[in-house]
């Protein structure tokens, strides 16, 4: 019998109770310890919270960022992860049991994607980084046009999402978590032009890319205000 592929033995993981109950427990740990220890706000929680698929387009300023923003949605999301992260044995049951699926950085991965299209078309929502690896500061960077490809394939809104203070919180290469409070704006829904189900140009698919970068900005430049009111509060 052939040895399954690691994305293979991620998706038999998915299936499994354990899996679903471990991903429960962790997101309402999650969950406290972002509104207890790191006071979390969230300003457009409700659109986290839509039936059907969307994918999330979020800033990548810390590791936080993902549990943090999966934690305030009430169903399972899905999650692309760096391979790196899958290291095998009890590693790649943790990672896949938090919705977490391989994809290989810098190069094609046909796998990947067509995982993720599968996802969407179940009716699963799914998180993204659009720039990739993490950044600093409050600028977007340069995006990738993933989230526009699977938007295309699939006619699901994209959530452009800001977050501040996740930074703060746990650096890179950070030991410890740091009590900073943190803001999260979740933007409204953008849409594919002319629904899904069809391959965008590559013009198309780069203006759709440009629009979703500018959201995200919107949402980032938000957070950041956000936080810097609380902040000025706090302080009074």
């Known amino acids: 019998m052939a040895k399954r592929s690691l994305e293979e033995q991620v998706l038999v993981i998915w299936k499994t109770w354990r899996a679903r109950a471990f991903y429960r427990v962790v997101q309402l740990v999650i969950r406290v310890i972002g509104r207890l220890y790191l006071r979390t706000k969230v300003v457009g929680a409700e659109r986290l919270k839509s039936d059907g698929a969307f994918i999330i387009a979020s800033v990548h ?13 009430p169903r399972i999301v899905r999650s692309l992860a760096k391979r790196e992260m899958f290291t095998g044995g009890i590693g790649t049951w943790v990672s896949a049991m938090l919705g977490s699926f391989p994809v ?25 980084f ?16 993933g989230a526009a490809f699977l938007a295309a394939r699939t006619g ?7 977050i501040a203070g996740t930074e703060e919180a746990m650096p890179p290469k950070a030991k410890s978590l740091k009590r900073v409070r943190v803001s999260i704006v ?16 590559a013009s198309e698919r780069n203006e759709f890319t440009a ?21 000025a509060r706090r302080n009074e």
């Open 61 to 73: 300023r810390s590791n936080l960022d993902a549990p943090l923003v999966n934690s305030r949605c």
């Open 130 to 145: 659009p720039e990739g690896t993490r950044q600093a500061g409050p600028q977007v960077g340069e995006i990738f046009g």
């Open 211 to 231: 629009h979703l970068r500018s959201a995200m900005q919107a949402a980032m430049d938000e957070a950041v205000e956000l936080a810097a009111a609380r902040r």
């Open 156 to 162: 699901v809104p994209v959530l452009p999402v800001g």
């Open 104 to 128: 290989q950085r810098g190069a094609g991965d046909r796998r990947s994607v067509t995982a993720a299209i599968d996802l969407l078309k179940r009716g699963e929502p799914l998180l993204v």
């Open 186 to 201: 979740v933007g409204e829904p953008l849409l594919i032009p002319d629904g899904g189900n069809k391959r965008l140009s």
